[in-house]
């Protein structure tokens, strides 16, 4: 008493092979996107290597303004609570 379906021909065996492919997928797509960023990153650095010095010296001047741009808290009072904001923040009524 043989049965001549074949597996794949159920329902359950094509959903299992549907969602071994999706497996595969979930699990192929980010290592494939990591290494595709590293290289990526691999190429732009070789092609920066001549102005290394210039990218460097910029980037630091641009962390440099924000870190001056940057607002500090708003100090408390002792006895009292702090300021209000100056602005609604979206929370309240």
Known sequence: MS????PAKTKAARL???????CV??????LIGAATGIAAL????????????AVLIGAALVALLLWVR???????NLDG???PPRR???NQP
């Open 3 to 6: 049965d001549n379906r074949s």
């Open 16 to 22: 299992a092979l549907l969602l071994g492919v999706g």
């Open 25 to 30: 997928a979930c699990c192929a797509l980010p």
């Open 42 to 53: 691999a190429g732009i650095a070789a092609y920066l290597e001549g102005v290394l010095v």
């Open 70 to 76: 940057r607002r500090s808290a708003p100090a408390c």
């Open 81 to 83: 609570p702090c300021a």
């Open 88 to 90: 609604p923040t979206g």
